[in-house]
């Protein structure tokens, strides 16, 4: 069953003819900057020892609540298709993704982690991989094609069992979402302590994704039975400390129904306003963060080039030492060959060889040195020779050891770190900057722009 897909016919699939936003292309466009296989800046970040995170092109937005408080039900008016099954029993039995794509599809169990690898370690949660489903359809309604709901279980006090922990789960999910929609049904299940203790947790990390909604509200009965409703909700959730705060607000939703008009207020398009806000956080947050990789991958190229030419000047001074001591090391021995042999030859050798200019001149410097040889005993001389000896060797071991180089860039390497950097300076941030502007013209006039 894991891994099954199962295709469906598209309700909407001529939808998908319609353009691409500009929030959409910014971040496809971020996305395919890190990705790229040849010059991403993920690839390039390795080469200097970064490692980078490709930003998501869609945001993920986790609705929980108690069961039948209408989140599947708000997930098909957002995308205006029948997507989730809906019902006052416990519909979704496990976690639903719903994404758009190009066109209708259903994936369960493994092609649903195959999809979205960046939740692979919901495997580790024992049984939870045969309940995760992933719903794909075309449309492009509101902001539906930025957006990846996830549908999650109902939830109850009691006796209900799960097939996984799924409080656990909930509060996992909770670290990886952008927004998180909490759902309270007026009927009766709003106090489940179950969900209210999940809040409690999520609040602690992520109080700022979180928002509060009185769902169905229009099945409250009247004014004074909705605000009666509220009060209940409202100093259940005071009653925790951590969910004691100012400017608390929980508006009132519905699902609109043109056969069934009601005059309660309904707040739904508040839920589109605070999806899109998030979109909009999103959409900067990504642009900020492909500035800030690269001032890093810039900075981690320069560091390189910089502490290999500090290593390059290091291992020259190395090698000085080093060909300085191997040359006493053996300059010592030969110095003490070439006394022997000198003391060995004949006056009229050295004539001969040296000239009788050369001979008296090499006898000056030579005489001082054979009188304090001649005065050393026989011990003392072997005694020396092996210390000179030693010396030699000590010396030689050090040249050898004490002064190894380091490894080095090559030429090669060097250039193609050079090529990197411009890239991200000239390229990468010319994109980036280009894309910001985009962005900002959707809000902001061109006169301002020009500033």
Not at 83 to 102: L, P, W
Not at 236 to 251: A, H, I, S, T, V
Not at 389 to 403: D, G, K, Q, T, W
Request: glycine share 6%.
């Amino acid at each position: 069953m894991s891994g099954k897909i199962k295709s469906r016919s598209a309700a909407n699939a001529d939808s998908l003819t319609g353009g691409v936003s500009c929030d959409e292309r910014i971040l496809r466009d971020c996305h395919q900057l890190y990705t790229d296989p040849d010059s991403g800046l993920i690839s390039v970040a390795e080469s200097v020892g970064l490692k980078l995170l490709p930003p998501r092109k869609k945001i993920t937005v986790f609705l929980m609540g108690n069961h039948s408080a209408g989140k599947s039900s708000f997930i098909n008016w957002y995308v205006e298709e029948h997507i989730q099954r809906t019902g006052v029993a416990i519909e979704t039995q496990g976690f639903s993704f719903v994404t758009s794509g190009r066109k209708r599809e259903s994936l369960t169990g493994n092609a649903t982690l195959h999809l979205y690898p960046h939740f692979k370690p919901l495997q580790e949660f024992k049984g939870v991989s045969e309940y995760l489903s992933t719903e794909i359809c075309t449309s492009r309604q509101k902001r539906f094609s930025l957006v990846t709901f996830v549908d999650s279980p109902g939830l109850v006090d009691g006796d209900m069992k799960y097939p996984f922990d799924v409080d656990e789960v909930i509060l996992w999910l909770g670290d990886l979402c952008d927004l998180i929609l909490v759902f309270f049904d007026p009927m009766g299940q709003a106090l489940c302590k179950r969900t209210l203790n999940i809040v409690e947790s999520l609040n602690e990390k992520h109080g700022d994704r979180l928002r509060f909604y009185l769902s169905k509200a229009d099945e409250a009965g009247g004014e004074s039975d909705r605000q009666r409703v509220m009060m209940q909700i409202v100093q259940e959730l005071c009653k925790r400390p951590g969910l004691n705060k100012c400017g608390f607000d929980m508006p009132t939703i519905y699902i609109p129904n043109p056969n069934k008009p009601s005059r309660c207020v309904n707040q739904i398009e508040e839920v589109c306003r605070t999806i899109e806000k998030t979109i909009n956080q999103t959409v900067q947050n990504t642009l900020n963060s492909l500035e800030k990789d690269c001032e890093l991958i810039s900075e981690a190229i320069t560091d390189s080039l910089i502490n290999d030419r500090q290593t390059s000047s290091g291992n020259r001074r190395a090698r000085c030492k080093s060909c300085f001591l191997t040359l006493l090391g053996f300059t010592v021995p030969m110095a003490l060959m070439a006394l022997l042999v000198l003391g060995a030859l004949s006056k009229e050798l050295l004539e001969m060889a040296l000239g009788p200019e050369g001979r008296e001149t090499l006898s000056l410097y030579m005489t001082p040195v054979v009188k304090v040889f001649d005065s050393l005993s026989m011990e003392q001389k072997m005694y020396g020779g092996v210390g000179m000896v030693l010396l030699s060797f000590f010396l030689l071991i050090v040249a050898r050891f004490a002064f190894r180089t380091k490894p080095t860039l090559s030429g090669k390497q060097k250039r193609q770190l050079q090529e990197k950097l411009e890239y991200v300076q000239e390229v990468v941030k010319t994109k980036k900057k280009k894309l910001y502007e985009e962005y900002l013209r959707q809000s902001v006039s061109d006169h301002d722009m020009d500033l």
